[in-house]
């Protein structure tokens, strides 16, 4: 199972990697008060992979995942997303990168005063090229793609954690995005809930051949891995870690 999506988008691997990461480093603070918080981080994810990236908290996994994302901006060394260099990028390269990816956080970053169907409809309005289209039919099928047909119309308060987390990956995927970016998506979420939440993930990148990076503490959901790289004091240890030693 692990290896379909590997298998599956074979022709993609000959193309430049929609992740490609050389001699990154990071820091926070300025002056006396400026820590290193990553360290020559090499790392080249490709086209369908789905990739986790574990590791201890305070490791480093949340901000590398965010300056892939461009919700910050790199310092020093070369990042590119999407054959893009977005290391020292302006506001508005960071901007229309981040239309091009899918987000998915722990805490679910719903709009609480917005239905389902229009928390997914928020998502597709940033893409001129969805506007002639019902973006309404399109938000209602991707929540009915991810089994909630019948909750289209609720607010957030009205549901589960579980259900509040597909909303998010409806949102997430509905615009097809290339890479889809997700940092503990199932914590909040008990065993049978976080087992569904990564399953639809995992099915609905395959059908749409996008990449996904996951960062999860979760040992129960590492084998929907391709590839799993491990995160330790601001550096990657290894890139490929041995699956059955890290689940057990």
């Not at 509905?174 to 998506?185: G, M, Q, R, T, Y």
């Amino acid at each position: 199972m692990m290896r379909e999506s590997l298998l599956s988008n074979s022709t993609s691997f000959d193309l430049e990697p929609v992740i490609s990461i050389s001699n990154l480093h990071h820091y926070f603070g300025e002056g006396a008060l400026r820590k290193q918080v990553l360290f020559d981080i090499n790392l080249a994810i490709n086209a369908g992979e789905i990739v986790i990236m574990t590791g201890p908290s305070g490791s480093g996994k949340t901000t590398l995942l965010t300056l892939m994302g461009g919700l910050r901006s790199a310092q020093e060394g070369s990042l590119k997303i999407l054959g893009q260099e977005i290391c020292g990028a302006r506001k508005q390269q960071l901007t229309q990168l981040r239309r091009q990816i899918g987000y998915i956080f722990q805490a679910h970053n719903l709009m609480t005063f917005l239905t389902a169907r229009e928390n997914v409809r928020m998502s597709l309005e940033l893409h001129d090229q969805f506007l002639n289209q019902d973006i309404n039919v399109k938000a209602i099928a991707m929540l009915e793609h991810v089994g909630l047909g019948d909750r289209v119309d609720y607010y957030p308060e009205k549901l589960s954690g579980g259900q509040k987390q597909r909303v998010a990956i409806a949102r997430a995927l509905v615009s097809h995005p290339k890479i889809v970016l997700a940092d503990e998506p199932t914590a909040a979420l008990d065993k049978k809930s976080g087992r569904d939440v990564v399953e639809l993930m995992q099915k609905l990148a395959k059908e749409q051949g996008c990449t996904i990076l996951l960062v999860t503490h979760d040992n129960r959901i590492l084998d929907i891995a391709d590839r799993i790289i491990y995160m330790e004091d601001g550096q990657l240890k290894t890139n490929d870690i041995d699956m059955a030693t890290t689940m057990h």
